[in-house]
């Protein structure tokens, strides 16, 4: 079983950028994909970006153009570039790795990202 860890979260102000970290435990390759995941309070967890064993990305119509996904698998590890942030990317991020799109790992604690003025 595989266990990540979300990191690289924080407060930021509206225009500014973060970058988050998703450390895997063991070997991202076996997977099919990753994907970052966010949940805002009162809402249900969504999916954010995804990039596939070979690097094929595919990201949620409300951060294309602003987020970048990537991986290092040297580093068995998935980052996250988020650029030009919203108030409405506030959530809490998290990351998974899929299995014929289910997603596969236990769900860690996430990272806090809070956009505010």
């Known amino acids: 079983q595989v266990h990540l860890v979300e990191s690289g979260g924080g407060l930021v102000q509206p225009g500014g950028s973060l970058r988050l970290a998703c450390a895997a435990s063991g070997i991202i390759f076996r997977f099919d994909a990753i994907s970052w995941y966010r949940q805002a309070p009162g809402k249900e967890r969504e999916s954010v970006a995804t990039?596939?064993?070979?690097?094929?990305?595919n990201y949620a119509d409300s951060v294309k153009g602003r987020f970048t996904i990537s991986r290092d698998d040297a580093k068995n590890t998935v980052y996250l570039q988020m650029n030009s942030l919203k108030p409405e990317d506030t959530a809490v991020y998290y990351c998974n790795a899929l299995t014929r799109g289910v997603a596969v790992g236990p769900w860690g604690q996430g990272t806090q990202v809070t956009v505010s003025s």
């Open positions: 990039i596939t064993r070979v690097s094929i990305t």
